[in-house]
């Protein structure tokens, strides 16, 4: 099983990224999916996360009316719209599966880079 992801890069402060996760196997539609980023010399940390089954979404207090996470069920893709990006975004950003009490399952991504400049 494999996770997917893209769209990271370099954007100034106060701009937008997207994010996406495809995963390779339709079972994955029935967990919970999302997002965590480790930035330099921290550690790993929860963004977002969304239900495939209720599309309940859950977000970290520091992304909250910054960051949408959705997903299209049929491609079994999640997504991060990540917008009024700030310099502390900066880091690496994971997807993973399954998700469960906002903790990390066994499955995980490559890794996208995304660096915010001031």
């Not at 890069?9 to 965590?36: D, E, I, K, P």
């Not at 309940?56 to 009316?65: I, L, Q, S, W």
């Not at 893709?77 to 009024?84: A, F, G, K, P, R």
């Amino acid at each position: 099983v494999l996770l997917v992801e893209s769209g990271g890069g370099l954007v100034q402060a106060g701009g937008s990224l997207r994010l996406s996760c495809a995963a390779s196997a339709r079972t994955f539609s029935a967990f919970t999916m999302g997002w965590f980023r480790q930035a330099p010399g921290k550690e790993r940390e929860f963004v977002a996360a969304i239900a495939f089954n209720t599309g309940f979404t859950y977000y970290a207090e520091t992304v909250k009316g910054r960051f949408t996470i959705s997903r299209a069920n049929a491609e079994n893709t999640v997504y991060l719209q990540m917008d009024s990006l700030k310099p502390e975004d900066t880091a690496v950003y994971y997807c993973n599966a399954p998700i469960v009490v906002l903790t990390p399952g066994n499955y995980w991504g490559q890794g996208t880079q995304v660096t915010v400049s001031s």
